[in-house]
């Protein structure tokens, strides 16, 4: 089994590393402060950060744009997700580094579900803009009211009334909804309760500015907004859309939901990594840099055996990861949906837990703001239920082992 990269990646992987030291880590505070001003000085933290605009030409002009996109004439810079992964794991070590390389969720998996099963027009309307970084979008399937692992459950009704359909719902944790540049919304409901259990979803294509739509709140993770970025709760109320913003046809919408999510995981899988690199790298040196007791910390056994535990987990993950994105390339996602689910649960925690070794290196330093643990501690535990809880994707993979016997 091959896994080295091509040698177009290793080239753009030394790029990307530069771009990061150049632009990217000098600048967490300052992105950060910017957020923090706006809200202070304008009373409005939602507003879109100059800093990741200015970046943005600087990484399309290094060809470190549209990466996360394979076998689009769209986007021919797209990468295979084996090369893609190495280049995902390194954007990942910063939270909002994704965005200046137009490679950030939501917008990843809504323009790879557009790719796959928009029309052309869909295409042209929205699929392009996002690929040019000049709108952002997302994704509404999460409800409140429902148990939506399991997205057969989704209530929102899609119902049609001549050359339109009406939406009435109420959705939740939709990342991306509080960002002004969001102008379109990929919404699942169901256009027929009574059909077959999996035929009852489709998903449809509502422009943000429709009438109808009301974004209630945006949800705090663990009392960070993540703005401009945020997770709403929206209600939809007699929201009208044009019979043709159907997505692929009415019934398709599970089907769809699958070729997404597919994309969406192991990206959010491979940004994990790099984010557990960076905590094991942060904790190393300030373990090297402290002194307890009259020894160095890093001398101490519990830490090296907790440094050790770090670098095999996250071999271990990267390794499983690679697997599923070669498995992706080479047979297709339906064929590596046990090693998509398998990462989605191994990635996240083993970040959860090399995040947390670290910030108990750093002390009462660990769950400040004057590091990124604490931030990225929030971020990454929502990885456990975003894009499905590690109870489905456990129960998927034990039903894939045990149809091997029966």
Same mark, same amino acid.
């Given at each position: 089994?091959?896994?080295?990269?091509?040698?177009?990646?290793?080239? !753009?992987?030394?790029?990307?590393?530069?771009?990061?030291?150049?632009?990217?880590?000098?600048?967490?505070?300052?992105?950060?402060?910017?957020?923090?001003?706006?809200?202070?000085?304008?009373?409005?933290?939602?507003?879109?950060? %100059?800093?990741?605009?200015? *970046?943005?030409? +600087?990484?399309?002009?290094?060809?470190?744009?549209?990466?996360?996109?394979?076998?689009?004439?769209?986007?021919?810079?797209?990468?295979?997700? !084996?090369?893609?992964?190495?280049?995902? %794991?390194?954007?990942?070590?910063?939270?909002?580094?994704? /965005?200046?390389?137009? @490679?950030?969720?939501?917008? $990843?998996?809504?323009?790879?579900?557009? %790719?796959?099963?928009?029309?052309?027009?869909?295409?042209?309307?929205?699929?392009?803009?996002? *690929?040019?970084?000049?709108?952002?979008?997302?994704?509404?399937?999460?409800?409140?009211?429902?148990?939506?692992?399991?997205?057969?459950?989704?209530?929102?009704?899609?119902?049609?009334?001549?050359?339109?359909?009406?939406?009435?719902?109420?959705?939740?944790?939709?990342?991306?909804?509080?960002?002004?540049?969001?102008?379109?919304?990929?919404?699942?409901?169901? $256009?027929?309760?009574?059909?077959? =259990?999996?035929?009852?979803?489709?998903?449809?294509?509502?422009?943000?500015?429709?009438?109808?739509?009301?974004?209630?709140?945006?949800?705090?993770?663990?009392?960070?907004?993540?703005?401009?970025?945020?997770?709403?709760?929206?209600?939809? #109320?007699?929201?009208?859309?044009?019979?043709?913003?159907?997505?692929?046809?009415?019934?398709?919408?599970? /089907?769809?939901?699958?070729?997404?999510?597919?994309?969406?995981?192991?990206?959010?899988?491979?940004?994990?990594?790099?984010?557990?690199?960076?905590?094991? #790298?942060?904790?190393?040196?300030? +373990?090297? @840099?402290?002194?307890?007791?009259?020894?160095?910390? @890093?001398?101490?056994?519990?830490?090296?055996?907790?440094?050790? #535990?770090?670098?095999? &987990?996250?071999?271990?993950?990267?390794?499983?990861? !690679?697997?599923?994105?070669?498995?992706?390339?080479?047979?297709?996602?339906?064929?590596?949906?046990?090693?998509?689910?398998?990462?989605?649960?191994?990635?996240?925690?083993?970040?959860?837990?090399? *995040?947390?070794?670290?910030? &108990?290196?750093?002390?009462?330093?660990?769950?400040?703001?004057?590091?990124?643990?604490?931030?990225?501690?929030?971020?990454? =535990?929502?990885?456990?239920?975003?894009?499905?809880?590690?109870?489905?994707? =456990?129960?998927?993979?034990?039903?894939?082992?045990?149809?091997?016997?029966?």
């Amino acid at each position: 089994m091959d896994f080295d990269y091509s040698e177009r990646c290793k080239e !753009l992987q030394a790029r990307l590393l530069a771009f990061m030291d150049e632009h990217i880590y000098p600048n967490e505070k300052a992105w950060k402060e910017e957020i923090d001003r706006n809200g202070a000085e304008k009373g409005n933290r939602w507003i879109p950060t %100059e800093l990741i605009e200015q *970046l943005k030409p +600087l990484a399309r002009e290094q060809g470190l744009w549209n990466l996360f996109l394979p076998k689009s004439p769209r986007a021919p810079e797209g990468l295979s997700n !084996l090369d893609y992964a190495p280049l995902c %794991e390194i954007m990942g070590r910063v939270g909002w580094a994704p /965005e200046v390389f137009n @490679s950030s969720a939501p917008d $990843t998996g809504n323009m790879e579900t557009l %790719e796959r099963y928009a029309s052309e027009d869909q295409k042209r309307e929205w699929l392009e803009p996002l *690929l040019r970084g000049e709108i952002r979008s997302a994704f509404a399937m999460t409800e409140p009211g429902v148990a939506s692992s399991d997205a057969t459950n989704i209530e929102t009704r899609i119902e049609r009334d001549g050359d339109h359909y009406v939406i009435n719902g109420h959705k939740w944790w939709i990342s991306g909804a509080g960002d002004p540049r969001c102008k379109i919304f990929i919404v699942m409901g169901k $256009t027929d309760p009574t059909a077959a =259990r999996h035929a009852q979803q489709s998903m449809i294509l509502v422009a943000a500015d429709t009438p109808g739509i009301t974004i209630k709140r945006p949800l705090p993770v663990f009392g960070y907004d993540d703005a401009p970025h945020g997770h709403c709760e929206i209600l939809f #109320e007699n929201v009208r859309v044009p019979a043709a913003n159907m997505l692929l046809g009415e019934g398709r919408g599970f /089907e769809i939901a699958q070729g997404r999510l597919g994309p969406g995981r192991i990206h959010h899988c491979m940004r994990a990594i790099g984010v557990a690199e960076r905590a094991l #790298e942060l904790m190393c040196r300030r +373990l090297d @840099s402290r002194v307890a007791f009259g020894r160095k910390i @890093s001398e101490q056994g519990v830490w090296r055996e907790r440094i050790a #535990e770090s670098r095999i &987990q996250i071999d271990m993950a990267r390794l499983l990861t !690679l697997k599923a994105a070669s498995m992706m390339d080479t047979v297709g996602n339906k064929k590596a949906q046990a090693e998509i689910a398998m990462i989605k649960v191994v990635a996240p925690n083993v970040a959860q837990q090399v *995040l947390d070794w670290a910030i &108990q290196a750093h002390g009462a330093a660990g769950v400040s703001d004057d590091f990124p643990l604490a931030a990225q501690w929030a971020g990454n =535990r929502t990885l456990r239920l975003a894009d499905g809880p590690d109870e489905v994707h =456990r129960s998927a993979v034990a039903k894939l082992e045990l149809a091997k016997y029966a």
